[in-house]
């Protein structure tokens, strides 16, 4: 079964840059889209980013021009860079794979999660 493993959350300052991680245990498919997702307290899971095996991405219109999602197919590992980051950032991130190129913004269309990881901008 695919584990994944997020990391790099942490205290960020208004306006700072934060990279997340999330690495793979394997990927048995070669078709998958890998999303990342936060919530913060008092609100539902909301995504935020996602890329295809083959490279497609597309973003939430509230982080559109400031994060940027990439994948290292080598490692298995997908990235997720934060920059300016605002208070409404503040949430714990998730990142979810699926076994599809169909492109998916709900969380309940992923099959695998990762535990999360927080990030908390302070201003």
């Known amino acids: 079964e695919v584990q994944l493993q997020a990391s790099g959350g942490g205290l960020v300052q208004l306006g700072g840059s934060l990279r997340l991680s999330c690495v793979a245990s394997?990927?048995?498919?070669?078709?998958?889209?890998i999303g990342w997702f936060r919530q913060a307290p008092g609100k539902e899971r909301e995504g935020v980013s996602f890329v295809t095996s083959d490279n497609f991405t597309e973003y939430s219109d509230s982080v559109q021009g400031r994060f940027t999602i990439s994948s290292d197919h080598a490692t298995n590992t997908v990235y997720l860079q934060m920059n300016q980051v605002r208070p409404a950032d503040t949430a714990v991130y998730y990142c979810?794979?699926?076994?599809?190129?169909?492109?998916?913004?709900?969380?309940?269309?992923?099959?695998?999660w990762g535990q999360g990881t927080l990030v908390t901008v302070s201003s």
């Open positions: 979810a794979a699926r076994p599809s190129l169909t492109m998916a913004t709900m969380p309940h269309k992923y099959n695998y």
């Open positions: 394997e990927f048995p498919f070669d078709d998958w889209t």
